[in-house]
């Protein structure tokens, strides 16, 4: 089945994106778009399918997918009487690699945002931490919203024991990839070692 291609609306004067869907259930919405994707999926029973890879969602699942990584996340059932919840995150390549690049904090992303070609699927604690972060999210100004990003991405920078789902990155995903994030790494690296 070919994948949808999605366009991701962006907000004016933000640079990036978040959005929480809640559902009795979800339906499988096999698509693709050109942003990476944070996903977590909270009282959420269901299917997923990334790329070439198929698996199981439960509750407190999530996941970064790179750009052009076809998915789809379709629920079976709900946990008790709560929806499905879905908090997603969306931002360009262009602005992580210009904000790793900018933040040193930042710079052990690197190898994360590189693995999302493939999918990157975090610890439950992560997941749960995330999630305290994003709780009361819509309530914060946009400075607020872009503080809390940031706390996420250190989250996902602090997590040892990630693991990356798929075996390969299908071609067009790489020939499709206009940023080679090992070269920022490098980059980044060679800054940090003769800034002086």
Not at 57 to 80: C, D, K, R, T, Y
Not at 106 to 130: C, H, M, Y
Request: glycine share 4%.
């Amino acid at each position: 089945m070919k994948a949808t291609v999605q366009k991701i609306p962006q907000r004016h004067g933000w640079s990036w994106r978040y959005k929480m869907f809640k559902e009795v259930v979800k339906p499988e919405d096999w698509h693709v778009h050109q942003e990476f994707e944070l996903v977590l999926h909270r009282n959420f029973q269901g299917k997923s399918r990334i790329a070439h890879f198929k698996g199981l969602i439960e509750h407190n699942e999530l996941l970064l997918l790179g750009p052009e990584v076809a998915h789809s996340f379709e629920s079976i059932n709900s946990h008790g009487q709560n929806p499905c919840e879905a908090h997603v995150i969306w931002f360009s390549k262009e602005w992580i690699a210009k904000l790793m690049y900018s933040c040193v904090e930042l710079r052990p992303l690197a190898s994360i945002i590189r693995d999302a070609n493939k999918g990157v699927k975090f610890s439950t604690q992560t997941a749960e931490k995330v999630f305290q972060h994003l709780n009361n999210f819509d309530d914060l100004t946009p400075i607020g919203q872009l503080a809390v990003l940031i706390q996420v991405l250190g989250e996902l920078c602090a997590d040892q024991s990630h693991t990356i789902l798929l075996s390969y990155a299908s071609s067009a995903e790489k020939e499709k990839s206009n940023y080679d994030f090992s070269k920022i790494a490098q980059v980044c690296k060679y800054i940090d070692n003769h800034d002086k």
